[in-house]
T-cell receptor
Framework: NAGVTQTPKFRVLKTGQSMTLLCAQDMNHEYMYWYRQDPGMGLRLIHYSVGEGTTAKGEVPDGYNVSRLKKQNFLLGLESAAPSQTSVYFC????????????????FGNGTRLTVT | EDQVTQSPEALRLQEGESSSLNCSYTVSGLRGLFWYRQDPGKGPEFLFTLYSAGEEKEKERLKATLTKKESFLHITAPKPEDSATYLCAVQAAGNTGKLIFGQGTTLQVKP
């Protein structure tokens, strides 16, 4: 059982280049999330999806776009990379919301380390 | 605004020296408070969910407790393999399921 798989693991971009980060989960989870993690800032939510074909903005969405064409995949795109987007990006998934006292935790991938020069 | 603050930022312990990590939160309608463990170069790994004040959960040397304003992660007789960053997160009322994370506490346990 692979869980949440992120590709690539590492990437170096030049300012202005574009790329797509791929996230795949094999747990049939409804909800998926993209976070970025920076020193001293903790994990911050970029975009999320509560089901196939849906997306919504999180806390820091500017400069990113996402797509959820298939339930198992959640793509994060950078159209024109900037040095401020140097970070570690984590994808996560969950079953979604059940009873208020029985929530499904988020399951995380191992991250993509992106450097923009 | 929903907010999570963890303290201390870093903690060094000797093997066997018990201690506690703190997570203070403000949230509009708490659906759950989550603790995660993160090892270097890895994604966060789920430890516990707490739902209401007074609730406690245990796993090996770890025990998590919850009040209306904060949560504690107690580590009893830690071992070097407990060294990691511990993350606290809250899930607010609503239908997004998203988590708001604190900055984490990096724990180092020396033999």
């Amino acid at each position: 059982n692979a869980g949440v798989t992120q590709t690539p693991k590492f990437r170096v971009l030049k300012t202005g280049q574009s790329m797509t980060l791929l996230c795949a989960q094999d747990m049939n989870h409804e909800y998926m999330y993209w976070y970025r993690q920076d020193p001293g800032m903790g994990l911050r939510l970029i975009h999320y999806s509560v089901g196939e074909g849906t997306t919504a903005k999180g806390e820091v969405p500017d400069g990113y776009n996402v797509s959820r064409l298939k339930k198992q995949n959640f793509l994060l795109g950078l159209e024109s990379a900037a040095p401020s987007q140097t970070s570690v990006y984590f994808c996560a998934s969950s079953k979604g919301l059940g009873r208020v006292d029985h929530n499904s935790p988020l399951h995380f991938g191992n991250g993509t380390r992106l450097t923009v020069t | 605004e929903d907010q999570v603050t963890q303290s201390p930022e870093a903690l060094r312990l000797q093997e066997g020296e018990s201690s506690s990590l703190n997570c203070s939160y403000t949230v509009s309608g708490l659906r759950g408070l989550f603790w995660y463990r993160q090892d270097p170069g890895k994604g966060p790994e789920f430890l516990f969910t707490l739902y209401s004040a007074g609730e406690e959960k245990e796993k090996e040397r770890l025990k998590a407790t919850l009040t209306k304003k904060e949560s504690f992660l107690h580590i009893t007789a830690p071992k070097p393999e407990d060294s990691a960053t511990y993350l606290c997160a809250v899930q607010a009322a609503g239908n997004t399921g998203k988590l708001i994370f604190g900055q984490g506490t990096t724990l180092q346990v020396k033999p």
